[in-house]
């Protein structure tokens, strides 16, 4: 999931059934999400860590939340990582330890989860919004070449592209737009822990901070709200450290203000058990993913980069990843026309599978923003991207049955648009 606006337990997975069962297309329930058949395949790695914190009872920072941050700087191939409350405080205070405050502006997609925006909002800065590429959802460099040749955008601070859906963005033009701007970069990586871009890199690594979110529909999720930080510089990193305890060091003295960001020891316990699964369940996401690309393609749909204006089947499946690089499929989202979407998802609602809108506003269209001064229209793509997107079931314990169920079930749909 891309935003915690919907409960990832809608649909119990008691009602699913298993691939064992072969049961017919009309049994068979494909939630958006089912994180109950994934917890039943770990329950005994976690249930002997939770009763040990309960005996323990220390529940905040400590060694389970050190361990925790290694582990993640050592899988993501960063010199550091510092833990925090969820992903939305992490770029918050990414943003805060660049020196990021009010009267700054800091660019962003605008076609995004919220918090993206958010969290520049909440250090009293601007959000200056940017169009998508429409075949990726993720940022688009001529729009972020655009705003800085704008006058009215002369106070930029620093950009935050986001890898959305689980894809790396074009990275190389965003940076080298930064390096001559003299800005630095925050990647928001809230979906794509484990995302390499085409040269085998790790998100969060090439700008000056990457932050995750361990929200508990993201592929690494906790028990709750969880996030993190990561840096390549120690400095960064310190100051991170300081700010989500309130700015406090040494104990009781503050040099400047920070959050009570901290982690819990549970979530990082959690964490740390679910991180050695993280691979295999990336990868059962990518087959997924892989199985639902040449299952549209096969039955006529196209893929991304072919708007729906161009005819055919009005289906257009994510363009696979381009070589070298990892797609970890936080999200599989097709399009279909704008006129027809509520009526398709009805109609898989209709066959019991989940499905949810990735987004449905544009951030520049929101209300709380609407003082910014965007007028309809001026960020297209993203704008057609709201209202032609839907997601749909991509976790890795989907059974044969299931995806064979969403992929027909969906071509069917579309057929009789
Ligand atoms: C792109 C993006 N950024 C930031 C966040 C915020 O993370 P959290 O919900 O952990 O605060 C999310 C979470 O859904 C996200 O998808």
Excluded at 80 to 85: I, K, L
Excluded at 368 to 376: A, T
Aim: aromatic share 8%.
């Amino acid at each position: 999931m891309s935003g915690p606006a919907t409960s990832p337990h809608a649909n119990p997975a008691s009602a699913t059934p298993t691939a064992t069962e072969s049961p017919s297309a009309s049994q068979i329930e494909v939630p958006l999400l089912d994180l109950k058949a994934q917890y039943a395949t770990i329950r005994e790695e976690i249930e002997p860590i939770l009763r040990e914190i309960a005996e323990s009872q220390y529940f905040i920072m400590g060694p389970r939340v050190a361990a925790f941050e290694e582990e993640i700087a050592a899988y993501n191939r960063s010199r550091f990582a510092v833990g925090c409350a969820n992903g939305s405080d992490a770029i918050l205070l990414a943003l805060q330890a660049l020196g990021i405050g009010p009267g700054d502006q800091v660019v962003c997609p605008t076609y995004t989860f919220f918090a993206t925006a958010g969290s520049i909002h909440r250090l009293g800065a601007k959000p200056v919004f940017v169009d998508i590429d429409p075949t990726t959802c993720n940022i688009c460099p001529e729009s972020l070449e655009r705003v800085f040749a704008c006058p009215n955008f002369n106070r930029i601070k620093a950009i935050v592209p986001v890898h959305l859906f689980g894809q790396a963005c074009d990275l190389d033009r965003v940076l080298a737009i930064a390096a001559e701007k003299g800005v630095p970069v925050v990647e928001d990586a809230a979906q794509a822990l484990g995302t390499e871009d085409r040269d085998g890199i790790r998100v969060g690594n090439r700008g000056a901070i990457g932050t995750f979110s361990f929200f508990p529909s993201k592929n690494l999720g906790a028990f709750g709200d969880a996030g993190m930080t990561v840096t390549n510089d120690e400095e960064l990193a310190k100051r991170m450290a300081r700010l989500r305890n309130h700015g406090m060091e040494p104990k009781y003295y503050h040099d400047e203000v920070g959050l009570n960001s901290r982690l819990d020891a549970l979530q990082a316990a959690v964490l740390s058990v679910k991180l050695r699964h993280l691979d295999a369940w990336s990868e059962g996401r990518q087959r997924n993913a892989a199985f639902y690309d040449a299952f549209f393609s096969e039955a006529g749909a196209a893929a991304s980069d072919v708007s729906l204006d161009e005819g055919g089947l009005p289906l257009r499946h994510p363009k696979p990843a381009v070589d070298g690089a990892r797609h970890i499929y936080n999200q599989y989202v097709v399009r279909v026309p704008a006129a027809h979407r509520d009526d398709v998802r009805k109609a898989l609602a209709e066959r019991r599978i989940g499905s949810e809108i990735y987004y449905p506003l544009c951030l520049h269209m929101q209300e709380c923003f609407k003082h910014l001064g965007y007028e309809p229209g001026c960020l297209p793509h993203a704008e057609r991207a709201a209202l032609e997107t839907i997601a749909l079931p991509i976790y890795p314990d989907l059974s044969d049955a299931q995806r064979q169920h969403v992929a027909e079930s969906l071509v069917e749909i579309v057929k009789a648009i």
